[in-house]
Every structure is written in C-alpha cells, then in structure tokens.
C-alpha cells in the first residue's frame, strides 16, 4: 500500500483496506495520513518537505526507515514510493490519497504506474468514490448492481476488450485514447467482469453511484 498526499475523504473507508496490505510506503505527506489511521509505515520516502516536524519525529521515534531525497529531483514521490515497492518484490499495489486535489497530480499518479503494470504487476488506485485499475488482463469487480463503470485506453489502442455483467455488454472490441466512448456503463448483475488482450486500460468504478 502507497499513501500519498492527495485527497482521502472519510478517513474511516480506508481502515479495512489497511488490514489485508504486507508493506506500508508512504509518499512524503502521505505520513501525515497514515498518523490518523494509526499506522506505523515500513517506509516513508520523498523530499520530506510535506511531513509535518511532530509526525515525522514521531516515526523515527518508532524506527521507521526513511529515505529522503533533494527537492529538485527528476521523479515524484508517488514515482519513488512505486519504484522502491518494486524493489522490494511488491505484485500487487493499492494507492491511496493519489486522486484528486489536482488533475495534473492526478494523471501523473496515474502515468506513475504503467511501467509496472506491463510487467504484469496490479496496480488500483482506492478512493471512497472511486476504485481505478491499471488493467492489462482480467478484472472481476466486486460491487452492486447499478454501479457505474467506466474504461479508457491508456496504451493508444487496447484491442480485444470484453465487458460481462453490465448493461452495455462489449464482446472483442477495440477502443482508442482517440474514441473514448465506453464511459458511463451500469454493472447489471452480482458478477461483472471485464477482459482484454493486449493494452492497458483504465478501469474506473464508482462505488454505490448511478
């Protein structure tokens, strides 16, 4: 699990994610969130300039092991806490505080894990709102009736795209950054699933949204 320092909503919504997560990375501010979930992190990594001086020295009270590098830098933290998840063997990554905020912060979380997810490794990003997967195979979602799903191509074209359960059914298709048009799909039964071939897709899944 990667905390960063974007938005998180409801504090209470992450308690249960947090449970079921071997490693713990936070990018920079993202500390300051873990210190209300009442989670000492394995790491805290980045500039260290949006930590605050209480929790910071809070954590190396606790022995947490910190990694920090100069503000000017050639990556993001987000970037940073991916790139030492992968180091340490990570395959299966939530983020979380990585939407919102800003749309360029935003997209750049995004981008920040494509690298992984062609190597195959999972990659979602978690809000209350809003789950989004960086999907290069096969997805069941578990959600309810009536959630709303929408699918974009990262990769300029991802072909053999599928879409079971849900209102607007895809069988083999192909969709473009150029033609984003599989936006606003219903889930319309207990079990939704979506495939594709080859590519990268961006899944999106409102929880609990119509």
Known sequence: MVLANGEYGVMDAYK??????????CADG???YAYYLGINPDYIIGD????????????QLQGVKF??????????????ALSLAEELGADDIVLVGTLGKRLDFTMSNIYAGLDMAHSG???????????IYLLTGSLRLEGCKGDLVSVLALS???QGVCENGFVYPLQNAVIEKTNPYAVSNVI???RAEINLSQGILLVFHYHGNR
């Open 188 to 190: 319309s039964d207990d």
């Open 30 to 32: 993202g500390a300051n």
């Open 48 to 59: 260290l300039d949006s930590i605050t001086a209480e929790i910071r020295e809070y954590y």
């Open 121 to 131: 490794k999972k990659i979602k990003h978690y809000s209350p709102d809003c789950t």
């Open 67 to 80: 990694k920090k590098y100069p503000r000017s830098k050639d990556f993001t933290d987000t970037q940073l």
């Open 16 to 25: 249960d994610l947090v449970k079921n997560v071997d490693l713990v990375i």
């Open 156 to 158: 300029d074209q991802v």
